[in-house]
Structure formats: structure tokens, C-alpha cells
């Protein structure tokens, strides 16, 4: 079983990781993986980074490679936001005397993402 079936299997079982499932569309699972048509070698480079023991097969590989995708695609996200709020004048202004001020800020904000 070659690199392109795992990364098949890998890619049927992204419901397995909770943070990826729901940001993968079902059109992206109908891509058909061609290793060949990857100029910059990623069969070789998958065989590699399993034959170092980082892990023990290339379905991990891959499902790895789709978290970092999924957590690069929620920052980009996330900046984009915040960019549109600094565009809307949706911020706070903090001075160097006001670092208590800033710190309590964000943790109430984190209080107020955790319930």
C-alpha cells in the first residue's frame, strides 16, 4: 500500500479529529492524490519522516499535515477578523501605564470564551 491509499484513508477518517472535520469540505475528499504530479518530492518526504520513527505510518503523517492545516487556516481566519475590527475602530487603546488594565482585560475575555 503505497503513500496515496494512506493519505485516501487518512483523509476518510478526518472525522476522527474533532478540530479538522467540521473545516473540511466534503468536495476536498473527492481530490484524487497523485503523488507523481507533487514536483517537490512529498512521497519521498513522507517515506522519510516515517522511516525517522516520528511515525509509524503515513496515514499519521498525513493526518498531522491536515491538523497544521486546520490550525493555520483558524489563525488566518482569525487575523482576518481581527484586522476587519482594527478597520471598523473596534479596539482598545493601551498606554505603557495601562498594563494592568491590558492584562485584566484579557483575561476577562478569556473567562468570558471558556462558559
Known sequence: MGVGSDVAIAMALVGYFPTIGPM???S???????P???PCGIESFVQGVV??????????????????LARREQLLHDVKAGVEQLERGEYTE?????????????????QSRSR
Request: no cysteine; charged share 25%; aromatic share 8%.
Open 28 to 34: 476536498m475528499l473527492e481530490v484524487p492524490y497523485d
Open 94 to 110: 493601551y498606554g505603557v501605564d495601562s498594563q494592568q488594565e491590558f492584562l485584566a482585560d484579557i483575561r476577562t475575555e478569556e
Open 51 to 68: 522511516a525517522s520513527g516520528s511515525y509509524h505510518n503515513p496515514a499519521e503523517v498525513v493526518g498531522e499535515a491536515l491538523r497544521l
Open 36 to 38: 507523481g504530479s507533487h
Open 24 to 26: 473540511v469540505e466534503s
